[in-house]
Nanobody
Framework: QVQLVESGGGLVQPGGSLRLSCAAS????????MGWYRQAPGKQRELVAR???????NYADSVKGRFTISRDNAKNTVYLQMNSLKPEDTAVYYC??????????WGQGTQVTVSS
């Protein structure tokens, strides 16, 4: 079992920045993937950014060049640096991981609101 706890959401003006953090605990040895999804009101949950154990990184087209995913293995934490935020980035952001047995886990979500 893996537990994921997100933090760092909040209200920010358009053009601003936020950094989300996701601390993982439990059976986190050799996770196959770890990343972020988001879900806006009335929309389906979508991939934002993900890093795999093979070293590849994927971003949604809508966030490329603005968001950066990174990982601190010593702290078992993954980050999402979000710059140049837009109102359309408003959503609940969920941390997600896939363990070595290909089981999926989700965090509780953190709200990001981009508004003036």
């Amino acid at each position: 079992q893996v537990q994921l706890v997100e933090s760092g959401g909040g209200l920010v003006q358009p053009g601003g920045s936020l950094r989300l953090s996701c601390a993982a605990s439990g059976s986190i040895f050799r996770l196959n993937a770890m990343g972020w999804y988001r879900q806006a009101p009335g929309k389906q949950r979508e991939l934002v950014a993900r890093g795999t154990s093979g070293g590849s990184t994927n971003y949604a087209d809508s966030v490329k060049g603005r968001f950066t995913i990174s990982r601190d293995n010593a702290k078992n934490t993954v980050y999402l640096q979000m710059n140049s935020l837009k109102p359309e980035d408003t959503a609940v952001y969920y941390c997600h991981c896939v363990d070595r047995l290909w089981r999926e886990y989700w965090g509780q979500g953190t709200q990001v609101t981009v508004s003036s």
